[in-house]
């Protein structure tokens, strides 16, 4: 393919005009802030799923473009095929130097070096570095109309790296086809496509999958035996629990087959509906137990429905940033963006999802004061503060401790941040589903007379503030 600036030219290493030294091409000042977050948001990456990745770079400018982010053992392979290379560039700039342009690995040490290297020098151009390591520049391509490399670097030294192409040539665009395949070896000599910290995900994922199905059958037997007491949020939470389990399992088998042959051989397109079905559903149940719907009304006021009407629709927009985000990757232009969006949405549905907590409380605080039930009052309200302070829990603990856990923990052990939310989730269940199981007679709902009377005063004194 040719190479396109003003006139055409080829890429090719007796071409002389591509390859003779230009003193000017300096990395311009104006890429410095760009680079520099780009490395930092580096930092914030936990490694990928290295799926054997076939993309396309149309006319990108970008100083540089992250493909990957991978956990190496002493066994480490990456493979890289790039084809149908061509460069544009302005008039200002008609001879970039092919050596400019380059695909490289940075460990997660040296990022640190990187960024100071930058900050000392504005023009400074990272394929120049001695803390990265190198791995082959677009000199290195045959002679056109080819134009293509292809050629896999053993790994020794075992670190958590990332793949970066970087173009220091200024004002030039980028266009070409990139084949990637980054794995590990096991003992056997068979190819591991995960992560050295994500190897254990399959079986992680298959164990809890079991769990959750145990816990559906044991929901279906508590429903069969107390139906007297069964109401549709009931049914709602079981079908939760089925999603959960299938999304599970769909979970597995994507990361099992990622693991062997490096495709997910259809199981990411089943994991993406089913969590999208899990998601939805998981925050209907908290948002209907929230208003007391079905157990301790049959309908919903008119605030209750929009807040529903405002959570699953955010959650779709949520699921489709998630499919962009799982099956691209850094190396699309909008992939930052989309990443913003999901946190974004994610954020607004968690707010969303107690006001209804917060209005049944308050609810119940003022018909205590009118329906003379105090001790009823009390048990519900009681529960439903619990009920608030478990959903709380859950979401910080998801949000906030398990993204620490992924920043923080070492490349191998990224699976302990899995296993944390995951076992989150099932405690979560656990605890919301015994306290609003199908009972005749609850717990909270047994009362006395002794009961009623410390209740009054239990409501006179306490506010029940959140």
């Not at 302005?90 to 290297?117: I, K």
């Not at 939470?237 to 089925?242: R, S």
């Not at 429905?305 to 629709?313: E, F, N, Q, S």
Request: hydrophobic share 45%.
């Amino acid at each position: 393919m040719p190479l396109l600036y003003s006139t055409t030219h080829y890429i090719s290493r007796t071409n002389h005009h591509f390859n003779r030294p230009n003193r000017r091409n300096k990395f311009p000042k104006m890429t410095k802030i760009p680079l520099l977050l780009i490395l930092f948001l580096l930092s914030l990456l936990s490694s990928t799923i290295a799926e054997i990745k076939t993309l396309t770079i149309t006319s990108d400018s970008r100083p540089m473009i992250l493909f990957e982010k991978f956990g190496f053992t002493h066994t480490g392979h990456v493979a890289i095929s790039v084809s149908s290379v061509s460069v544009s560039s302005s008039l200002n700039a008609p001879n970039p130097d092919a050596s400019r342009l380059g695909f490289f690995l940075l460990s997660q040490e040296s990022l640190l070096q990187v960024l100071l290297e930058i900050q000392r020098n504005p023009h400074f151009c990272v394929l120049d570095s001695h803390y990265i390591q190198h791995l082959f520049t677009f000199s290195d391509l045959s002679p056109p109309p080819l134009s293509r490399f292809n050629r896999s670097y053993p790994v020794s030294s075992p670190n958590e790296y990332s793949l970066f192409f970087s173009n220091c040539a200024p004002e030039t665009r980028v266009s070409m086809h990139v084949r990637t395949e980054i794995y590990n070896l096991d003992r056997d000599g068979s190819k591991d496509f995960l992560s050295a910290g994500l190897t254990q995900l399959p079986s992680l994922y298959t164990f809890f999958s079991i769990l959750y199905l145990g816990f559906l059958g044991y929901w279906i037997y508590v429903c069969f035996t107390e139906k007297r007491s069964v109401h549709r949020i009931h049914l709602l939470m079981a079908g939760l629990l089925l999603c959960k389990a299938l999304n599970l399992i769909c979970a597995a088998e994507d990361k099992h087959f990622v693991k062997v042959t490096g495709t997910p051989h259809g199981w990411d397109v089943l994991f993406y509906i089913f969590q999208f079905i899990r998601v939805v559903l998981l925050f209907t149940v908290i948002v209907l137990i929230g208003t007391g719907w079905s157990f301790l009304k049959p309908f919903l006021q008119e605030r209750e429905k929009k807040v529903l009407l405002i959570v699953i629709p955010l959650q779709v927009l949520a699921n489709i940033a998630s499919v962009v985000i799982g099956e691209t990757g850094p190396f699309i232009k909008d992939w930052v963006t989309w990443n913003q969006v999901f946190l974004l949405v994610d954020i607004i549905c968690c707010c969303a999802i107690i006001f209804p907590i917060v209005w049944s409380i308050r609810s119940l605080r003022e018909t205590s004061k009118t329906d003379g039930k105090a001790a009823r009052n009390l048990a519900k309200l009681t529960l439903f503060r619990q009920f608030y302070i478990v959903v709380i829990g859950y979401l910080y603990f998801t949000r906030i401790v398990v993204f620490a856990l992924r920043t923080i923990a070492a490349y191998k052990y990224q699976w302990v941040s899995n296993a944390a939310e995951e076992t989150a989730s099932l405690t979560f269940y656990l605890v919301i589903f015994y306290m609003f199981r199908p009972v005749e007679k609850n717990e909270y709902f047994m009362l006395d007379e002794e009961d009623e009377e410390a209740a009054e005063l239990a409501l006179r004194d306490e506010e029940f503030e959140l």
